[in-house]
């Protein structure tokens, strides 16, 4: 994404440029040479992305359709459930809960957010249920589905 960022600020540069060249030429004989060669100078810039660079569209291969037909890339879901088990088990961790394994299932809605589908918390001791219930639900807003290990 940098590099078709770099070339789009690249474009307008130029463009400007060029434009600022054209106004700044002299009336006369040297007026008609010179505004082609800013034409050709311009051109070139265009052309030589495209001809030096092939852009990589492989980043693209990694993309997943959820049910309402909208498409992300597969590792965005990762990412944001990867964090959200980490910060649940400090949070667990910070309140003397132990756990064995937490569980996190998201999906995008038809408005394209990104929400948390389920959350799912293996305890290892079912005294702390209620208090790992209400402390991943005041952090997240989804009530966990809880299952002791013993």
Known sequence: M???KQIIITYCFCAAACGVMYFL???GNMEKPFRVFVSVFFLAVLLTPILKFSIDFSAFDNIIEN???V???ADIL???SDKIKTDAGTLLRENNILYKNIDVAMDIDGDNYIYIKRISLELENEADR???EKLIENETGVIPEVVSGQ
Do not use: F, L, Q, R
């Open 78 to 80: 990762s990412v944001y």
């Open 71 to 73: 498409t992300v890339p």
């Open 2 to 4: 940098d590099g078709i």
């Open 67 to 69: 049910e309402t037909g």
């Open 130 to 132: 209620n208090a790992a």
């Open 25 to 27: 030429v002299p009336k």
